[in-house]
């Protein structure tokens, strides 16, 4: 494993200060989903866990994780997907797209694809999560910290 890569216990990433305290209007590659996340995320991360590749269909995902109470969809209702134990996937119904994220471990969160924001560009991620399941033959050249898993609560 890369030397990079810290131990799960540290605490998680610390306070996400690359977007601005605005509103975060995003949602479905068709349209019928719109969603909207007031203020700052909380944090935002790659993620490599084989659950999340499963889901997208992609190598790595980008998470911002905000308070639940502070994301609404405006447009449509998100069908929904119980991916495993405790975890709950949205996405849009009619064309596929992947929304969000919630589990029971963090009952008090959402966790949106950054790549489903209006401006993507805004959340810049802080770190790598659950590089213990990174793909092999992956690379990424970045300094952004690692972690073997998802950091605990802080």
Known sequence: MDARVKPAQ???FGVMRAMSQGIGNGGCLCGAIRFQA???PTWVAHCHCGTCRRATGA???????FPRDRVRFVKGTPRTFASSPGV??????GCGTPLAYASERWPDEIHLFVVSFD???AL???AHVNM???MPWLTI????PRYATFPNSA
């Open 119 to 121: 401006d993507a560009t």
């Open 132 to 134: 213990a399941e990174q």
């Open 59 to 65: 190598p790595v995902t980008t998470y911002a994780g």
């Open 38 to 40: 007031d203020g700052a």
């Open 124 to 126: 810049r991620p802080q």
């Open 10 to 12: 540290d605490a998680r």
């Open 141 to 144: 050249h970045d300094d952004l």
């Open 88 to 93: 709950t996937r949205s996405f849009c119904g």
